[in-house]
């Protein structure tokens, strides 16, 4: 059960235009983003940061695949159902998709930013100069690593609201699997 309410009528007046918006995009409103409308500015935040990404560089396939394996890493269930779900979406395979779960890829690129993306969930942010330049190895730009950083960031919030608030899974379930 939720920390918080869910029911979209008791939540603030001030958030109810950016749920409109989520709402029109994804033909629902998911229950993070309830969770999130307690405070208006965090779910701006959120939507903004979500719409800019998007926006970005990194395909989405790439970046989908980069959110499962972060909320497999920190055992977000709603995380690793969402993006599934979104990577499905957007064309990785399920098989894809279990794999980078484990934080593998048998794409170099994305292996690479997976190794990445998990040294800086496992270090708290501190990387060594080898996961840098497994990066340039795999051909990142300058402006993809920074977006990089950023995916990983909005993830570990994402990751952290579901969990603390304990939002109830709204997406078909995924079994976690640990790293090898």
């Known amino acids: 059960m939720s920390r918080l309410t869910l029911d979209r009528a008791t939540l603030p007046?001030?958030?109810q235009p950016t749920l409109d918006a989520i709402h029109q995009a994804f033909g629902t409103v998911p229950a993070m983003f309830r969770a999130a409308?307690?405070?208006?500015?965090a779910l701006q935040s959120l939507?903004?940061?979500?719409?800019?990404?998007?926006?970005?560089?990194?395909?989405?396939?790439?970046?989908?695949?980069l959110a499962v394996a972060i909320a497999n890493r920190n055992a977000c269930h709603y995380c690793l159902a969402a993006h599934t779900a979104l990577g499905r979406k957007a064309g990785v395979s399920a098989?894809?998709?279990t794999e980078a779960q484990a934080g593998r890829s048998a794409d170099p690129r994305t292996a690479?930013?997976?190794r990445f993306a998990l040294a800086v969930v496992?270090?708290?942010?501190?990387?060594?100069?080898?996961?840098?330049?497994?990066?340039?190895?795999?051909?990142?730009?300058?402006?993809?690593?920074?977006?990089?950083?950023?995916?990983?960031?909005l993830n570990l919030y994402t990751n952290y609201l579901n969990l603390a608030f304990e939002v109830p899974v709204d997406f078909p379930a995924v079994v976690l699997r640990r790293a090898a």
């Open 122 to 153: 496992d270090r708290r942010g501190p990387v060594a100069d080898a996961d840098w330049q497994a990066l340039d190895a795999a051909g990142f730009t300058s402006e993809e690593r920074v977006e990089l950083l950023a995916h990983v960031a």
């Open 112 to 114: 690479a930013a997976l």
């Open 37 to 41: 409308a307690h405070a208006p500015a």
């Open 13 to 15: 007046v001030a958030s």
């Open 47 to 65: 939507w903004g940061a979500f719409g800019a990404l998007g926006g970005g560089r990194l395909p989405t396939a790439l970046t989908e695949t």
């Open 95 to 97: 098989e894809a998709l």
